[in-house]
């Protein structure tokens, strides 16, 4: 059921107690004043009855319950245990307090017909005590369940965001990765038309025109690639204005020979050549083997892992597989951060899909399959 839901149920509820309450007070008087129902206690009770349905003045319906006990007594008693109660939970004790001392009080002094000191088989002390707790509780218990909803939803946004912040910080790399490979390759554009338009005697007029604006176009593009995202490789560092390093084609089995020295079994498999896929799913298999080998240090350190790469075409594969580890007792192989989200992210702006979870036999597997784009399917690369 939906807050909302709840909310209104509450409300009715309490519409409808109110006014269970205020008929029982009406008839509570009646009896005690021989029948009569159109009388002085009749009108009280229903002022007071919406006064207790009115939610600006909080003072109102306990001053005005507070006044018809001390001058009826018990016929009045169900209005002002409610509005003990609405005191108590608002954390109004003091108030709540006070009025049954000025009801009793009245009580004492004007005698009613029937007195809260009349003896009952219940004695009225015992009622106004338990409004009093019980909306102590009721209130607390209110108060509880909003701090935690509160506190859930603080923690479900802050999630958000973080998963937000991790694909806002791949897009950045991915952009920023992307900038130096089109630039290296705009840059041999650039120089390989500039060095065919010095031999411009021997070539024909309409070629010559075509390379000098292939020469613009390439170095115009070049410009404005580094002028939009440029930006983004930036460091963070407030303590440094030096941009930082650019990211470069990296080799995955340098990266897997580092691990191994460094203690980590690997059984590496490769099929084709990295040449063979484009340079954003190069790096991407890089990112994808270096977050699966860190996650495998991290939750199953002597575990020996696993490594297929096949760099297709028409589509890139990538496989990490370990099982689990014996050196961490009780410990779950899932990650415990947010690079699997920024991966994905990666993967998924590729065209591909990304699988990581638990495999068969308690194994923990990373899978991701890029395709080549349709271009490159079609012809050898050159």
Not at 119 to 128: E, I, K, R, V
Request: with cysteine; glycine share 8%.
């Amino acid at each position: 059921m939906k807050w909302e839901q709840s909310h209104t149920w509450v409300v009715c509820a309490r519409y409808g107690l109110v006014v269970l309450l205020t008929l029982a007070a009406i008839q509570n008087g009646a009896s005690s004043a021989g029948g009569r129902y159109v009388a002085v206690h009749s009108a009280v009770a229903l002022a007071c009855g919406v006064a207790l349905l009115l939610r600006g003045a909080w003072w109102l319906a306990p001053a005005l319950t507070t006044m018809a006990a001390g001058v009826w007594g018990w016929p009045m008693l169900p209005l002002f245990l409610l509005a003990l109660f609405d005191l108590a939970a608002r954390r109004h004790t003091w108030a709540a307090v006070c009025c049954s001392a000025v009801a009793l009080t009245g009580n004492a002094v004007l005698h009613p017909p029937v007195s809260l000191w009349s003896p009952q088989p219940y004695g009225s002390a015992l009622f106004l005590l338990l409004a009093v707790v019980a909306g102590l509780w009721m209130g607390n218990r209110r108060r509880l369940v909003e701090a935690l909803n509160d506190q859930v939803e603080h923690l479900r946004t802050e999630r958000k965001l973080r998963e937000q912040a991790a694909r806002m910080a791949e897009r950045s790399a991915i952009a920023a990765e992307m900038h130096d490979v089109l630039a290296h390759r705009l840059s041999l554009i650039a120089l390989h038309t500039g060095v065919l338009a010095t031999r411009k005697d021997t070539l024909p007029d309409a070629v010559v025109e075509r390379l000098s604006l292939l020469r613009t176009a390439s170095t115009d593009a070049l410009t404005d690639l580094r002028d939009v995202l440029g930006a983004l490789r930036t460091d963070s560092s407030p303590d440094t204005d030096q941009p930082a390093p650019a990211p470069a084609l990296r080799d995955v089995e340098e990266m897997i020979g580092h691990a191994r020295a460094a203690g980590q079994a690997i059984d590496t498999t490769v099929e084709g050549s990295p040449e063979q896929a484009p340079a954003a799913h190069q790096l991407a298999v890089y990112r994808l083997v270096q977050e699966a080998l860190t996650n495998a240090r991290k939750h199953a350190p002597d575990a020996p892992v696993r490594v297929r790469i096949d760099y297709g075409p028409p589509t890139t594969l990538l496989e990490v597989t370990n099982p689990p580890g014996t050196k961490i007792h009780g410990a779950q192989a899932v990650p415990s951060g947010f690079g699997l989200i920024g991966l994905r992210e990666r993967v998924e702006a590729l065209g591909g899909h990304l699988n990581a979870g638990p495999g068969g036999a308690g194994t923990w597997r990373l899978a991701a399959r890029i395709p080549h784009p349709a271009s490159e399917q079609n012809g050898p690369r050159t």
